[in-house]
């Protein structure tokens, strides 16, 4: 009879040590690894506009002022690609009456995009100098974007020098 108890015991003790060890075997680790890909790869050129006076309103386009002329140069490796354009348009409410920037599309569009050279893609003013949802690129490839710009000058006591800073981002929606 006691050999009978020692060897139940025995029995249940090999099976909850063969649990343990089955519980113990199925806590395992788990390592992930992710790369980030580049969605865009966008060049921002400098566009100088040179003089203007009090007073005096100036349309400035790709083909009077040069800069301005494919200032935005865009490679999306994804389809629905949003340009987010954020400026400091509303620090020059003190230089300008107007300061307007509109961009549009330039020379170089994919072919498989719905849009064409000249259609505008966003407007940056003095009281709405950011676009919130985006300009989206509908299609992978090569883009390139025009500005055309309209200021009126206000009054100044001297010669003021002003710089409007542009930042372009980039965001996949797929």
Not at 45 to 52: E, K, Y
Not at 81 to 89: E, R, S
Not at 126 to 132: E, F, H, L, M, V
Not at 134 to 158: K, R, Y
Request: glycine residues 4%.
């Amino acid at each position: 009879m006691r050999k009978r108890i020692v060897g139940s015991l025995l029995i249940i003790t090999s099976m909850v040590i063969a649990s343990v060890s089955a519980f113990v075997y199925h806590q395992a680790s788990n390592t992930v690894t992710q790369t980030i890909v580049e969605v865009a790869s966008i060049t921002l050129n400098q566009g100088t506009l040179g003089n203007i006076e009090e007073g005096e309103t100036i349309l400035y386009t790709a083909s009077n002022t040069s800069s301005l002329n494919d200032i935005i140069s865009i490679t999306t490796s994804k389809v629905n690609v949003y340009l987010h354009f954020d400026t400091d348009l509303n620090d020059q409410s003190t230089n300008y009456n107007t300061f307007q920037i509109v961009v549009k599309v330039g020379d170089t569009v994919p072919v498989a995009s719905s849009n064409s050279t000249g259609d505008t893609t966003a407007t940056l003013k003095i009281a709405n100098p950011d676009t919130s949802s985006g300009v989206v690129l509908d299609a992978a490839g090569d883009w390139t974007f025009d500005f055309e710009i309209t200021t009126t000058a206000n009054q100044v006591t001297s010669d003021q020098a002003t710089t409007v800073n542009i930042t372009v981002l980039a965001e996949s929606t797929s």
